[in-house]
């Protein structure tokens, strides 16, 4: 039976392109680095892209489709990621299983999933619709990942408002893409005005960075290497939060330093 | 408001946007929690008013009912400027009627 303490942790977004696959492959791999049993689950039937994240897009043999309808058994069709053990993927299956997929199927692969691993990692599609909340079923907890953007933050508060009704807790943010120059110029929203706006609390917050492109080219998470990026640093600190461990948030505006960045900080002082 | 944003309303400068956006974040949540469109909120806007003016004297284009939206709850705002109280709970059939002198609530009204 499933183990008790196994935790299923929908990853979630609303809008698409906001990072929610790029944050479920590194935690993954984060998750089994620190000795989690980790299974990430692509839930995104009609683009899946998890598997090309981690580079195991040439290793699927069997996917969610062949496990449902008994043709296979479950270890068949689970991808073991090669630098870490601790990691499998349950590969997306064809995106006609859309037109049948219940929430049921999914509760019941992720069950299965369950009784072998500590941690799963449902990475849902974008949108509200069938697909979401199919992913939503299999979920007791979520992460919602948005971006300090009018649109992400909007669509954000629609799950949120799904993930409430459904009953699925605890919800946490994590705040992607930020960039710290433009919130010292008060050009981009702050942390705060998302976390206000969305009342939940803080996960981690992840910094704009070019490494994470470098990385999705590679089919190598950041998270696998030294955690030399800044975006790496904060995925790894996400998966140690969720283990339970008190690591600090940084603070965007003392991640820039010298006269200008005084000054930024200066011209946000509150005056009445 | 920030030092920033003073400097730029004395430059005449565009404010800067995050203010903007935090803004009309709010207000397009605000209707999305509630699923309430805005002829619709148009519409209990003018009934409210409606109810009120019958009771007391208001300024019926300054009337402002909007929805605002705190830590997930969503509430209805009314700010509605009261010129002086209805002499009577009779409404404005005996508005011009009765001057300053009192009248007895429980008088009869006559159409």
């Avoid at chain 1, 980790?38 to 040439?58: H, I, K, Q």
């Avoid at chain 1, 998270?223 to 904060?234: D, F, I, M, Q």
């Avoid at chain 2, 030092?3 to 730029?8: A, E, H, N, V």
Wanted: with cysteine; charged share 25%; glycine share 8%.
């Amino acid at each position: 039976m499933t183990a008790q303490s196994s935790r299923f942790i929908l990853i979630c977004s609303g809008k698409g392109g906001v990072g929610k696959t790029t944050l479920t492959a590194n935690l993954g791999i984060a998750l089994a680095r620190q000795g989690a049993r980790t299974a990430v689950l692509d839930a995104d039937f009609g683009l899946r892209n998890l598997d090309l994240l981690l580079g195991l897009e040439n290793r699927i043999v069997y996917t969610a489709q062949e496990v449902l309808a008994d043709s296979c058994r479950l270890e068949q069709a689970l991808v073991k990621h090669k630098q870490q053990p601790n990691l499998a993927l349950l590969p997306a299956g064809n995106p006609r299983m859309l037109e049948w997929l219940k929430p049921e199927d999914m509760r019941k692969i992720a069950a299965m999933v369950g009784e072998h691993f500590d941690y799963v990692l449902i990475d849902a599609p974008a949108g509200i619709e069938g697909g979401f909340r199919n992913a939503m079923a299999a979920a007791q907890e979520a992460i919602v990942v948005t971006t300090p953007e009018v649109s992400a933050v909007r669509d954000a508060d629609r799950v949120i408002g799904l993930l409430n009704s459904e009953g699925v807790k605890p919800i946490q943010l994590v705040l992607n893409r930020v960039r710290p120059k433009m919130m010292a110029s008060q050009e981009m929203l702050a942390v705060d005005d998302v976390t206000d706006i969305l009342a939940l609390p803080l996960l981690g917050l992840v910094l704009e960075d070019e490494q994470v492109i470098v990385s999705t080219n590679r089919g190598e998470p950041l998270t696998l290497g030294e955690a030399g990026s800044p975006a790496a640093r904060a995925y790894l600190n996400v998966a140690r939060r969720l283990l339970g461990e008190d690591v600090p948030l940084i603070d965007p505006s003392q991640e820039r330093r010298g006269l200008r960045a005084r000054i930024g900080r200066l011209m946000q002082t509150k005056i009445f | 408001m920030t030092l920033r944003d003073l400097i730029d309303k004395l430059l005449g400068r565009q404010p800067a946007s995050a203010g903007m956006a935090k803004q009309r974040l709010r207000l397009v949540l605000a209707h999305d929690r509630s699923d309430l469109n805005p002829e619709l909120l148009e519409q209990m806007r003018r009934e409210i008013l409606e109810v009120v003016n019958r009771y007391v004297e208001i300024d019926m284009e300054e009337g402002d009912v909007s929805l605002a939206t705190e830590d997930r709850v969503t509430a209805l705002v009314a700010n509605l400027p009261i010129r002086r109280a209805r002499p009577s709970p009779g409404g404005s059939r005996v508005e011009r009627s009765g001057e300053d002198r009192p009248r007895p609530t429980s008088s009869p009204i006559s159409s």
